[in-house]
């Protein structure tokens, strides 16, 4: 097993040039700059409350609009996820959170199964929030679970402001990757799941 559970990884095509650096077992420290200040702010909260640390700078063609920006970070940040955790010797595989910001509460369940899936449950009553279209968290969640081969469910439970369900749903994230990674030593020689490596 990768015992640092780190990834570093550069992606540049057409429509977007990112450099991405991920530690698993980290102090929630992170540096990030995407060009659009909410979508930084979110993965600042998810390096945070996971305990990751992230590094990235992703330069997209923001003149056309986030789409292409926040997608392709999330494959990225997919596929450095995928990276880090190597094989699933040791590791819980199953997260699950539930975390309010004053009146929202979003709950994501996570499961390093080596079988793509976003279940998205959420409903945004602004298009944007900052710079940045509420449609493209769904976006960037879907690439994530797609590159990083998890199964991923967040469910907005309540909430109004678009802002606060928002951060609530990154952070519940946050917590249930933290779980579905955590790794017991014990464990380190046990068989991967029915999949093997990720
Ligand atoms: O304690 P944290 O840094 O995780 O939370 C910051 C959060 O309170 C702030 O980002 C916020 C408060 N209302 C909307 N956003």
Not at 100 to 106: G, T, V
Not at 125 to 137: H, P, Q, S, V, Y
Not at 147 to 152: G, K
């Amino acid at each position: 097993m990768n015992d640092i559970r780190h990834a570093s990884l550069h992606r540049a095509t057409s429509e977007t040039d990112i450099t991405l650096a991920l530690t698993l077992d980290g102090e929630g420290r992170s540096n990030v700059d995407s060009g659009i200040g909410f979508f930084d702010h979110m993965l600042t909260a998810l390096a945070k409350h996971g305990s990751f640390n992230l590094d990235l700078k992703a330069k997209g063609d923001l003149h056309i609009d986030g789409h292409h920006t926040v997608e392709d970070v999330g494959i990225v940040f997919g596929q450095a996820f995928r990276q880090a955790i190597g094989d699933k010797r040791g590791i819980e595989r199953f997260g699950h959170a539930l975390v309010p910001l004053d009146e929202a509460l979003c709950e994501a369940v996570v499961d390093i199964s080596g079988r793509p899936y976003l279940a998205w449950n959420v409903v945004f009553l602004r298009e944007k929030i900052g710079t940045m279209d509420t449609e493209l968290f769904e976006e960037f969640f879907r690439a994530f679970a797609m590159s990083a081969h998890i199964a991923l469910h967040i469910t907005c439970k309540a909430g109004t402001n678009a802002h606060h369900i928002a951060e609530s749903g990154f952070k519940a994230v946050a917590r249930a990757l933290k779980v579905a990674v955590s790794h017991d030593p014990r464990l380190a020689g046990a068989i991967p799941s029915t999949k093997g490596v990720l």
